[in-house]
C-alpha cells in the first residue's frame, strides 16, 4: 500500500519542491499552507501515515497544530515530523514534549528528509507484535492493536510514546541506557540528545498515572521497567 504524507508548510516553493520529491519516492502527497489546511487534510479520510509540519505558520503555531493531532482520535497515532528553521534545544525539546517523532532544521539536504522519513514509516511497518496482548498489574497493552488501559481507563499514546512503552515492557527487569533507547525507539541516527528520552518517559509516566512507577529512574544509567507490578523500589 502507498504510505500517504501531508506536508504543512507555508512556504510555497518549499512545498511544491517537498512535494515534487516525495511523489518521485512513490508517495501519495497533500499539501497546505496553513495550520487549518493543514489539519484539515490529516483529518480527511484516508488519514495520513505522516505529517510534514513547519513549525512557523501564519495562523496558528506548528506546536499547536501537533497537541491538535496528537488530541484528535484519528490522527493520535500519526507520524509528525517537525520541519523548521528553529534549532534551539528549548524548541526541540518542546516539539518532542507536544508529540513529535523527529525533528529537522532547515536548511536541509532534500535526501537526508527523504531517508528520515523512510526510517520513520519503516518502523511503523516493522512493528510486529509479539503477543496480542501483554498484562502488566495494572496495566494492559494490546500491541495489535496499539492501546494501552491502566485498569479500565483507556490511555491514548503516541506511536512513539507506544514504542518506548512496549520496548521498556518487553526488556522488563533490564536496564536500559538512554543511548539504547534512542537508538531502539526512534531508529535513526538523528540530532537529538538524550535529553529527548527523558522528555518522552517524563510524558509516558504522566499519561499511565499509577502505572507510571513501573518506570524506573536508574540514577546515572537509564531506565528500567519493574520485573514485577509490586517490586519493592530501593
Known amino acids: ?21 516525495l511523489r518521485r519516492e512513490g508517495y501519495q502527497v497533500r499539501g497546505a499552507t496553513t495550520g487549518r489546511g493543514g489539519l484539515e487534510l490529516a483529518s480527511e479520510e484516508p488519514v495520513p501515515d505522516l505529517v510534514l509540519l513547519d513549525l512557523m505558520l501564519p495562523d496558528m503555531s506548528g506546536v499547536e497544530v501537533c497537541r491538535k493531532l496528537r488530541t484528535q482520535e484519528r490522527t493520535a497515532n500519526v507520524f509528525i515530523m517537525m520541519v523548521t528553521a528553529r534549532g534551539e534545544e528549548i524548541d526541540r525539546v518542546v516539539g518532542f514534549e507536544v508529540g513529535a517523532d523527529d525533528y529537522v532544521v532547515k536548511p536541509f539536504s532534500t535526501r537526508e528528509l527523504v531517508l528520515r522519513i523512510k526510517a520513520i514509516l519503516r518502523r511503523g511497518r516493522s512493528e510486529e507484535p509479539q503477543n496480542e496482548q501483554i498484562s502488566f498489574g495494572r496495566l494492559r497493552v494490546d500491541e495489535a492493536g496499539h492501546r494501552v488501559w491502566v485498569d479500565d481507563r483507556e490511555v491514548v499514546l503516541t506511536a512513539l510514546e507506544f514504542r518506548l512503552l512496549t520496548t521498556l515492557l518487553q526488556r522488563r527487569g533490564r536496564a536500559q541506557t538512554r543511548d539504547m533507547l534512542l537508538q531502539t525507539v526512534w531508529g ?4 537529538i540528545t538524550t535529553r529527548t528520552v527523558d522528555t518522552h518517559v517524563k510524558r509516558l509516566r504522566e499519561k499511565l498515572g499509577e502505572a507510571g512507577v513501573y518506570v524506573e529512574t536508574l540514577r546515572g544509567v537509564g531506565y528500567r521497567f519493574r520485573s514485577r507490578p509490586d517490586e519493592d523500589v530501593a
Not at 2 to 15: G, K, S, Y
Not at 188 to 191: L, V
Open 1 to 21: 500500500m502507498t504510505e500517504r504524507i501531508v506536508i504543512i508548510e507555508d512556504e510555497q516553493d518549499l512545498l511544491d519542491s517537498l512535494e515534487y520529491s
Open 188 to 191: 535513526i541516527e538523528a540530532d
